[in-house]
């Protein structure tokens, strides 16, 4: 993680964070530990609880013991200890909060101390609808960045990170050969936009569908064949769901499908694809074929090929984000913790963007890491770019 190494040097040196005590809620994992001791380089009190009772890895969490930060999370933890955990958290007091599903922002306000707090980020989709709410009615008393919305994060993360992991776990799950195949991407954000981007890459002819006119035009300009997900049904062989909207795919397209379809979600929840139809449809059967791929035969014959259960792909049949993807997502909350502690009561209580200057210094420190180097703008088309006069 060469992006958090560099800001972690600079704390180091700076000790900009001294004293400040930092509470965070996230996933006990190797990445996170690098973010932790980031924090505690730049003189910050770190103490760290478990976002989620299955990511622990507990072996990362009695290393960061070792270097002094308070952990509470053991892996396979049930939700009367998740919850003891947060708790004791939030008693302990944090300045500040890093979440991963606002549980914590969440817990610091029920304990009425939202107003204390110099700020907090938060890392999901899903934290980010709750904490909207809370601003929305009139309860959140803190500053909130989502880091989760940052370009760096949405446009880089989710495209390359997910686009990869995504097929990574289809091929782990099925090992296909991708190539001479059609793979049909449900929804074109910037998941479904990696997704495709690499299905094309591995030689697949990448059929796109889409509810929004734009995104749709996009993916048919970027050369995607784009077509009702009913036609599409008939013509893929892999399809992959990634729009956070339910039944995407039903009984109408299992219909339509081909023998050996391979039916894969990448999207948060196992929502996308209706499987109680899909069992319905089974009615020769449903078995076990590979570990993570379940066959559903239909009164015909055909085989249709579940993935992961329905479950996020990239999680749950490979490993998630490659740690390259989580260094520039855990710099921009390195960075933000330090600019909230800088810049102390400047943000009102409410959900923020992540500054643009924030963003770009992790788009350079990312470049810097890479080796790549790029002009700057000369003094005079500076003038000229910033200025009225004709
Ligand atoms: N697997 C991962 O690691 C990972 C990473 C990031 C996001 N996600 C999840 O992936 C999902 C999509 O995320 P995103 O950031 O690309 O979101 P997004 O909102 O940018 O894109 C979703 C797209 O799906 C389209 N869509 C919605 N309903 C549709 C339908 N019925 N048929 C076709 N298209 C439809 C929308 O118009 C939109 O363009 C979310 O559930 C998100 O939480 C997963």
């Known amino acids: 993680m060469p992006v958090l190494r560099s800001v972690r040097e600079r704390f180091g040196a700076e000790r900009s964070l001294e004293g400040v005590r930092v509470g965070a809620c996230l996933h006990i994992t190797a990445e996170t530990a690098t973010l932790m001791r980031a924090l505690a380089a730049g003189g910050a009190e770190v103490a760290l609880s478990a976002a989620n009772p299955f990511s622990t890895q507990d072996d990362v969490a ?39 599903g606002a549980d914590l922002v969440g817990g610091l306000h029920r304990a009425g101390v939202g107003d204390g707090l110099l700020g907090a980020t938060e890392e999901t989709t899903t934290g980010l609808v709750r904490l909207r709410a809370m601003e929305r009615d009139g309860t959140l008393r803190c500053p909130v960045v989502a880091v ?31 190539a001479g195949r059609t793979v049909v991407v449900l929804g074109y954000g910037w ?52 729009t956070g909207a339910p039944k995407v795919l039903t009984r109408q397209h299992f219909e ?51 993935l992961a259960g329905g479950r996020v792909v990239n999680l749950a049949a490979a490993e998630g984000h490659p740690p390259e993807v989580m260094d520039m997502s855990f710099a921009l909350q390195a960075l933000t913790v ?19 200057e924030t963003d770009r210094e992790v788009a350079r420190l990312k ?24």
């Open 62 to 100: 009695a290393a960061l013991v070792g270097d002094g930060v308070v952990v509470r999370g053991v892996h396979g933890e049930g939700r009367s200890e998740y919850e003891a955990h947060l708790a004791a958290l939030v008693a302990w007091g944090p300045q500040l909060a890093l979440d991963d």
């Open 367 to 390: 470049l810097a890491s890479l080796g790549v180097e790029i002009d700057a703008l000369t003094p005079e088309q500076q003038d000229y770019l910033h200025s009225w006069a004709p």
């Open 191 to 242: 998941t479904g936009r990696g997704i495709a981007l690499r299905a094309r890459g591995a030689g697949a002819s990448v059929v796109v569908c889409e509810v929004d006119p734009f995104r749709a035009l996009e993916a048919r300009m970027e050369g995607f064949g784009v077509m009702p997900a009913l036609d599409a049904a008939e013509r893929g062989d892999v399809f992959v769901t990634v």
């Open 256 to 306: 339509r499908m081909k023998d050996g379809a391979l039916l894969a979600n990448a999207g948060h929840f196992d929502v996308e694809i209706d499987l109680e139809a899909l069992v319905e449809l089974a009615t020769g059967g449903v078995r076990d074929v590979r570990p993570l791929v379940q066959q559903h035969v239909l009164a015909d014959g055909r085989r249709l090929n579940l």
């Open 338 to 356: 330090e600019r909230l502690v800088r810049e102390p009561r400047v943000l009102e209580p409410g959900v923020h963007a992540v500054p643009p």
């Open 148 to 178: 989760n919305e940052a370009i760096t994060e949405r446009a880089f993360n989710d495209r390359y990170g997910t686009g990869q992991s995504a097929l990574d776990g289809i091929l782990r799950a099925t090992h296909v050969l991708l």
